[in-house]
């Protein structure tokens, strides 16, 4: 069975990004697991929703993508910080899943916590797979492939692209599940826009997701 780990800066991130592709794994039959870093982003379009309705929301949205497992490490919105307790956080979760597939946001993404998160992931896959921090459990085997998904800035280039024909609807079923996020933004029309885009440029299909290929079969030296 593949292990897949989606590493989200926060609930949604993840759908617009790989959701087809998520629900693609799933319906193949593997055991996706997302890590949401940071629980809830707050802006001011969601003072009156309570924590519980935006749990409720991610709740939903991992059900339509068949989502195995939702940890949510809960770091604070406009606060986040790097720091050795989030690290390691994320590595146990990596030696708990040894996953084979991992998903994070690009190196370039368009916002900082985004791009944050990256450097989180890269760095917990290294400290995970090394002889290291032995309070998080044992060493897990290097990842086949990490793949850099896109958000706010999309991709310029890319060398990574899945066919996710007859997925994006669960894509779309997710997206909506996050009803906060569509008051400021069509989202689950703009993600069914970027799907039809990249399969006609990139696979001649009618959707894909495109990724930034960051390892292959082995995770980055320490930085």
């Known amino acids: 069975m ?17 959701g087809a592709s998520m629900a693609k794994h799933a319906s193949e039959g593997a055991e996706v697991t997302v890590a949401v870093v940071i629980g809830r982003e707050r802006s001011l379009y969601d003072t009156e929703r309570t924590d519980a309705d935006f749990a409720d929301e991610t709740r939903k949205a991992n059900a339509a993508l ?11 919105s406009r606060d986040f910080q790097l720091t050795r307790r989030v690290h390691l956080d994320l590595v146990r979760l990596i030696r708990e899943t040894r996953p084979d597939l991992v998903y994070v946001p690009h190196r370039h993404d368009g916002d900082v916590e985004h791009r944050m ?4 992931a890269m760095e917990s896959l290294w400290m995970a797979t090394s002889a290291f921090f032995g309070e998080t459990g044992e060493p897990a085997p290097a990842p086949r492939l990490v793949l850099g998904y896109e958000v706010w800035a999309p991709l310029p280039e890319y060398q990574y692209a899945e066919d996710v024909t007859g997925f994006v609807d669960r894509k779309v079923e997710a997206m909506r599940a996050y009803a906060s996020q569509l008051r400021h933004a069509a989202w689950d029309d703009a ?3 970027l799907a039809r885009y990249r399969g006609a440029v990139a696979t001649g299909t009618d959707h894909a997701e495109v990724f930034e290929v960051l390892s292959l079969g082995a995770v980055p ?3």
């Open 191 to 193: 993600v069914v826009a």
């Open 221 to 223: 030296p320490a930085p």
């Open 117 to 120: 998160v990256h450097q989180l």
């Open 66 to 76: 068949g989502v195995h497992r939702c940890v949510v490490l809960d770091e604070p």
């Open 2 to 18: 593949t292990n897949v780990l989606v590493v989200a800066p926060h609930p949604d991130d993840d759908v617009i990004g790989c």
